[in-house]
């Protein structure tokens, strides 16, 4: 089993920047893949980016291109979101997730962190 925990999220201006983390502790040796989504209230949840367990790939969706960004840090076991020039849509609640290898869904999921943008 993985637990996750995120942390970071918070109230800010449009055009401001947040970072979030999300350190893992567990099976961490098991993990393929580690992604961030998002739920906005009243609709579903939508991927925002992941990243490969050892760092070398690295995708978003286009809505977030060009302004957020995912890393790792390797001896921490936590990956982060930084995100720049948020906008008022990109107000949610901010969850990380884990792949593990040899599966296809994302398996263990942290309790998600509230991010709002105000205009």
């Known amino acids: 089993q993985v637990h996750l925990v995120e942390s970071g999220g918070g109230l800010v201006h449009a055009g401001g920047s947040l970072r979030l983390s999300c350190a893992a502790s567990?099976?961490?040796?098991?993990?393929?893949?580690m992604g961030w989504f998002r739920q906005a209230p009243g609709k579903e949840r939508e991927s925002v980016g992941s990243?490969?367990?050892?760092?070398?790939?690295?995708d978003y969706v286009d809505a977030v291109k060009g302004r957020f960004t995912i890393s790792r840090d390797n001896a921490k076991n936590t990956i982060y979101l930084q995100m720049n020039s948020l906008k008022p849509e990109d107000t949610a609640v901010y969850y990380c997730?884990?792949?593990?290898?040899?599966?296809?869904?994302?398996?263990?999921w942290g309790q998600g962190t509230q991010v709002t943008v105000s205009s």
């Open positions: 567990g099976r961490t040796f098991n993990i393929y893949k």
């Open positions: 990243i490969s367990w050892s760092g070398s790939a690295v």
């Open positions: 997730a884990t792949r593990m290898s040899g599966n296809v869904r994302y398996d263990y």
